[in-house]
């Protein structure tokens, strides 16, 4: 059974730009979580989707963004980006909502220039 | 009060040593009490979970202690090998307020192993 996928694996992108980081889950699983890792600040969650619907946010500020597609794969977007947004972007998948197991992909690495 | 504290913030043991790492939290409401392991280049992987109704619980070489009253949890590998060299993270979640995934992570313990 194939895992989380996340693509792409390493993005380089400069101030100012927007990117969208791409999460397949396991199949099956129709919750997406996102999360931010960084040194300075460990891993922090960003925003949870389930049957399409945001059902949770964390403390980013707008121009992150995230979707879900009817199929579960789920999106995010990050606009103006800032010097402070580098770090690695990880996926979680699980099978519904409420304290669920939930599987990381490898993440997606952003570097900004 | 939804933070998890971790400790030690890094851990050196022999080969066969039972490593220890600590967790503590406040709000009460978490229910919910994973533990993941990270590589290098790797996302965190799923390693033992456990929920406030049970003390302990086992999976091979790993092994969850909880402590309700004391607000605390620990992982303790048995056996350890230089391969489970890795950062550990705990991590408690909370159905409070509304069914959600939604992890607070603690800030990770970073495990020599060795030989």
Same mark, same amino acid.
């Given at each position: ?7 792409? %694996? ?11 980081? *791409?999460? *397949?889950?396991? *199949?099956?699983? %129709? ?40 199929? *579960? ?5 990050? =606009? ?13 998948? =699980? ?19 | ?13 022999? /080969?066969?040593?039972?490593? +220890? +790492? @600590?967790?503590?939290? $406040? @709000? ?27 003390? $302990?619980?086992? $999976? ?34 909370? @159905? ?5 995934? /939604? ?13």
């Amino acid at each position: 059974k194939a895992g989380v996928t996340q693509t792409p %694996r390493y993005l380089i992108k400069t101030r100012g730009q927007q990117v969208t980081l *791409s999460c *397949s889950p396991i *199949s099956g699983h %129709r919750s997406v979580s996102w999360y931010q890792q960084t040194p300075g600040q460990g891993l922090q969650f960003l925003f949870e989707y389930f049957s399409e619907t945001q059902r949770n946010k964390g403390n980013f500020p707008g121009r992150f963004s995230g979707r879900q597609f009817s199929n *579960s794969r789920s999106e995010m977007n990050v =606009s103006t980006l800032e010097l402070g947004d580098s770090a690695l972007y990880l996926c979680a998948s =699980s099978l519904g909502v409420g304290t669920q197991p939930q599987h990381f992909g490898d993440g997606t690495r952003l570097s900004i220039l | 009060q939804q933070q998890v504290k971790q400790s030690p913030q890094s851990l050196i043991v022999q /080969k066969g040593g039972i490593p +220890i +790492i @600590n967790c503590a939290y $406040e @709000n009460t409401a978490f229910d919910y009490f994973p533990w993941y392991q990270q590589f290098p280049g790797k996302g965190p992987a799923l390693l033992i979970a456990i929920r406030p109704d049970v003390s $302990e619980k086992k $999976e091979g070489r790993f092994t969850i202690s909880f402590n309700k009253s004391a607000k605390q949890f620990s992982l303790h590998i048995m056996d350890s090998q230089p391969g489970d060299s890795a950062t550990y993270f705990c991590a408690a979640s909370s @159905n409070y307020g509304g069914a959600t995934n /939604k992890l607070i992570f603690g800030t990770g313990t970073l495990l020599a192993v060795q030989p």
